[in-house]
Nanobody, 124 residues
Framework: EVQLVESGGGLVQAGGSLRLSCVASGFTWDDYIIGWFRQAPGKEREGVSFIRIIDGRTHYADSVTGRFTISSDNAENTVYLQMNSLKPADTAVYYC?????????????????WGQGTQVTVSP
């Protein structure tokens, strides 16, 4: 069974940091990219970042470039999203998901398995 489990969300003040984790199981890790998405109330799901496991290629949305860093621990089948200089606009539920396609626009329909999400709240 394919599983993706996020953790690490919470409440933080603007300017603070959080590190999200996504632990995956049930599939061949190297065959996929792992992406992070977020969805704020009343807004569409937004692709934030992805990492291609086999070679470590990464991509970031413009809104998080320079503040967020994605990385992977392939021995632990875990992808991290280090989020620094957080802003209230970063408040959302954050999801990780897997895809076979490394496309910069990160269309959600190309991601076939999703975690349950973790809430990130950034206070002013």
């Amino acid at each position: 069974e394919v599983q993706l489990v996020e953790s690490g969300g919470g409440l933080v003040q603007a300017g603070g940091s959080l590190r999200l984790s996504c632990v995956a199981s049930g599939f061949t890790w190297d065959d996929y990219i792992i992406g992070w998405f977020r969805q704020a109330p009343g807004k569409e799901r937004e692709g934030v970042s992805f990492i291609r496991i086999i070679d470590g290629r990464t991509h970031y949305a413009d809104s998080v470039t320079g503040r967020f860093t994605i990385s992977s621990d392939n021995a632990e089948n875990t992808v991290y999203l280090q989020m620094n200089s957080l802003k209230p606009a970063d408040t959302a539920v954050y999801y990780c998901a897997r895809s076979r396609f490394a496309i910069s626009s990160m269309p959600p329909q190309l991601f076939d398995s999703w975690g349950q999400g973790t809430q990130v709240t950034v206070s002013p």
